[in-house]
Every structure is written in C-alpha cells, then in structure tokens.
C-alpha cells in the first residue's frame, strides 16, 4: 500500500499503480507543472480548492440521514472533482557505491481495489481531503462527466467520492455510468423498471411463486464515527427473493435457482442497472 492513510474498512481499497499516461481530458502528464497550486487553476481561475456548495450540501443532508444516496449522486452531475495523481519511476539505474538512482519518473494517476476485487477510480470533491489521503499526490481537477467517461474508459466498475475522509461514498457501477452519460441515476431497489424485469425472470419457471426485492445488505455506509448510512455502500445492493413452490426437493431447487441467474444475466435491464444482487429463497405456502 502506498497511500499515508488507511481507507476506510467498508472499502478495505489499498493503493495500486495505475497506467494512464494522460488525464481525464487526454492531455499527456509529461511536461506538466503539478507543483501544489498549480494543476488545476489553468482549468478553474477561481477554484478555491474547497467542496462545491451543491455537493457539500447533499453530502451534508445524506450524512444526517435526511436525503437518499441518489441525491448525492445528483449533486455529482458536472461538478469540478480532483484526481490524485503521483510521480510513478519509469526508469532508474545502479550507482558505483550500489544504490539505486532514480532517473526518470512520469506522472500517473492513482486507482484503488474494492473488496471484490474491481478497480476503483478514487476522487476527491477538495484538495485537503486528497492531500490528507496520499500526502504525496496532486489535485488535477474535471468536470466529473470527464472523470466518470475516464474510469469507464479505463474499466473502472467504481468511482470512490473522498476515501479516508469522515465519509467515503462509493459510487457504484450503473451510477458511475449514468454521470458519464449525462443521465440520472436511480437505485436499483427503488426502480419499478428492474422490478419489473426480475418478475419476467420469474414467470417461465412454474416453480417461482413471485419475485421481490429490496435494498441489500451492501447498501449502505458508515462515517468516521460509525453511523450506518443509508447508501453509498459498494454493493450487492439489491436483495431479490424468490418465493418459491412448497413441495420441492434440493436439486429441483438448485435447477429453479440456477434458471433464474442465468435469465437475470441475459437480461439487458438488469445488466444496465443492477450492479450486484443476492438471491435469497421463502417457502411459499
């Protein structure tokens, strides 16, 4: 790990070289002056480096309890963001005494891994958290439409909002997608469409009474102080039940089972929305 802070457990990311030799506008790092204070008042003269308004009031609202996490990924929709960026050594050589000189190094930006294992593009919505996070990276700053096309870009399936700070919001993967798109987002639990789909996934097999869903267990988040909030979580988040015939034995309930994972995967709504799901079993009577 080569972060200064560790991130928060919800998350357990550690830090991880990433590649990309541009920023999220397709501009080459090389030649660039990202000494602090610079690498962001080309694009915004008058930032003050600070989260914007909108954004810090919904973030506010959400960590009261008083706003869903929809509303943050609301408040997200084309607003400036920071991307920590780090000096990654490209070449070095061994000296006459055997220490290791580094000669070259390029800038690149920095990506995390969420505990399933997919890669995350942290960002920051203010330079004291990004700085507070890795002491050594830089704030280069985007609109976050830019920031979300570049983390699908480089197959990116989370955008992490703020790691190590007093609250981490992740943004899961249709979200990540929808500010890339320009389009609203909203969660798969509280989405008739995805509903609606899960049911066609129900309806061949004469085994499943009905299908329903709810908000699932990788909802939610905690702040620095341990309060469970109510979004902003990685994931699954969406608990689908399957109410099923009485009567059956354990293979005919492993055949319904696997018949309806395989329907879910086929289907193109719930590819496009549902970024992971658990499937829990009723007895029916």
């Not at 989370?158 to 943004?171: E, H, I, R, Y």
């Not at 994931?235 to 009485?246: M, Q, Y």
Request: some cysteine.
């Amino acid at each position: 790990m080569t972060g200064k802070k560790d991130l928060p457990a919800h998350i357990r990311a550690q830090l991880a070289s990433a590649g990309r030799s541009t920023d999220t506008g397709g501009q080459p790092w090389e030649g660039r002056n990202l000494g602090e204070g610079t690498s962001h008042t080309h694009a915004y003269p008058s930032d003050d480096g600070l989260t914007p308004a909108d954004l810090d009031a919904a973030l506010g609202r959400f960590a009261r309890g008083e706003a869903p996490e929809e509303v943050v990924v609301d408040a997200l929709a084309n607003v400036r963001l920071f991307a920590p960026v780090v000096a990654e050594l490209s070449q070095s050589h061994v000296t006459e005494e055997g220490l290791v000189s580094d000669k070259e190094s390029d800038m690149a930006l920095v990506s995390i891994q969420a505990p399933d294992g997919r890669k995350a593009l942290p960002v920051f919505s203010n330079v004291e958290d990004l700085t507070s996070w890795h002491d050594q990276a830089r704030p280069v700053a985007a609109d976050s439409r830019k920031m979300a096309l570049s983390a699908v870009e480089d197959e990116n399936q989370l955008l992490v909002l703020n790691p190590g700070s007093a609250l981490t919001f992740v943004v899961r993967r249709p979200a990540l997608w929808a500010i890339a798109k320009g389009t609203r987002w909203r969660p798969a639990y509280s989405d008739p469409e995805v509903l609606e789909a899960l049911q066609e996934c129900g309806e061949p097999d004469p085994s499943v009474m009905s299908v329903t869903m709810a908000p699932g267990r990788g909802v939610g988040c905690r702040d620095a102080e341990g309060h469970l909030l109510p979004g902003g979580g990685p994931g699954p988040e969406l608990s689908v039940e399957l109410t099923i015939r009485p009567g059956l034995d354990q293979r005919e309930l492993d055949t319904a089972v696997e018949e309806f994972q395989k329907r879910f995967s086929a289907h193109q709504t719930l590819a496009d929305r549902v970024d992971s799901a658990d499937i829990r079993l009723r007895a029916g009577s």
